[in-house]
C-alpha cells in the first residue's frame, strides 16, 4: 500500500448525517493536511494538522491524528449537498528540507451527499 | 483572496510536441510546485522549486520535463516532447515560507496528448 490512503474509496450519505474519512499513512510526518476537489477543479486546502496535534477544528470540520497507528479521520458534520467532493489527506514527511518537499496525496475519497 | 492562476485551462497537442504550461504563483510566496493527476488517479508530485532552483524532484521528473521562472512572476513547466501518457491535470502550488505549511493551489491545466 501507500502513503497517505484513503478509505472509504466511496462514501454516499443523506444531507445532514455525519461524514467521517480515514486515511492511513507509512512514513514519520512532520504535518498531514486535508484538502477537497471538486470534480475536475483544483484542490482547496481544508485543514492542517501538525504531529504533534491530537485534534484540530475548523467550522464543521474536525480532524484527528494518531502518529502511534499512523492514521488521521477527517469528521464533516451537519453534511450538506455542497460537500460533495473528493477528499484527500496529504502528508509532509518528517525529514523534508523543510517547505521545499512536495505533498504525498493518498487517493482520495469520493464523498457523495443525496438531498 | 491571491490565488494561484494557471493558463491555459485545457492544451491539446500532438504527441511529440513541445508544451509549456504556466502558472502565477501567489505574489509573495517563496517556493513552487508541480503536481500530476492522471484521470482517476491520486494527485503526485512532480517538482519544487526554490531560489530559481529545484529544490526536489520526483521519479515521474526525468529530463523530458523542465521547470523555470522567467520573469520574477510566471513559472512554468515544459514538457519537450510529450506522450500519451503524459494526459493529465497539471496542477501548480505555492507557498509561503518553509516548514511543509499550506500549499496554494492553482485550478489546474488539463492536458490532453493526441
Known amino acids: 500500500s501507500q502513503q497517505g490512503e484513503e478509505d472509504p474509496q466511496a462514501l454516499s450519505i443523506q444531507e445532514g448525517e455525519n461524514a467521517t474519512m480515514n486515511c492511513s499513512y507509512k512514513t514519520s510526518i512532520n504535518n498531514l493536511q486535508w484538502y477537497r476537489q471538486n470534480s475536475g477543479r483544483g484542490l482547496v486546502h481544508l485543514i492542517l494538522?501538525?504531529?504533534?496535534?491530537r485534534e484540530k477544528h475548523s467550522g464543521r470540520l474536525r480532524v484527528t491524528l494518531d502518529t502511534s497507528k499512523k492514521s488521521s479521520s477527517l469528521l464533516i458534520t451537519a453534511s450538506r449537498a455542497a460537500d460533495t467532493a473528493s477528499y484527500f489527506c496529504?502528508?509532509?514527511?518528517?525529514?523534508?528540507?523543510?517547505?521545499?518537499?512536495?505533498?504525498?496525496f493518498g487517493k482520495g475519497t469520493h464523498l457523495i451527499i443525496q438531498p | 483572496e491571491p490565488e494561484v492562476t494557471q493558463t491555459p485551462s485545457h492544451q491539446v497537442t500532438q504527441m511529440g510536441q513541445e508544451v509549456i504550461l504556466r502558472c502565477v504563483p501567489i505574489s509573495n510566496h517563496l517556493y513552487f510546485y508541480w503536481y500530476r493527476q492522471i484521470l482517476g488517479q491520486k494527485v503526485e508530485f512532480l517538482v519544487s522549486f526554490y531560489n530559481n532552483e529545484i529544490s526536489e524532484k520526483s521519479e515521474i521528473f526525468d529530463d523530458q520535463f523542465s521547470v523555470e521562472r522567467p520573469d520574477g512572476s510566471n513559472f512554468t513547466l515544459k514538457i519537450r516532447s510529450t506522450k500519451l501518457e503524459d494526459s493529465a491535470m497539471y496542477f501548480c502550488a505555492s507557498i509561503i515560507e518553509q516548514g511543509g505549511g499550506i500549499q496554494y493551489f492553482g485550478a489546474g491545466t488539463r492536458l490532453s496528448v493526441l
Open positions: 496529504a502528508t509532509v514527511s518528517m525529514y523534508s528540507g523543510g517547505g521545499a518537499d512536495g505533498l504525498t
Open positions: 494538522i501538525r504531529s504533534n496535534e
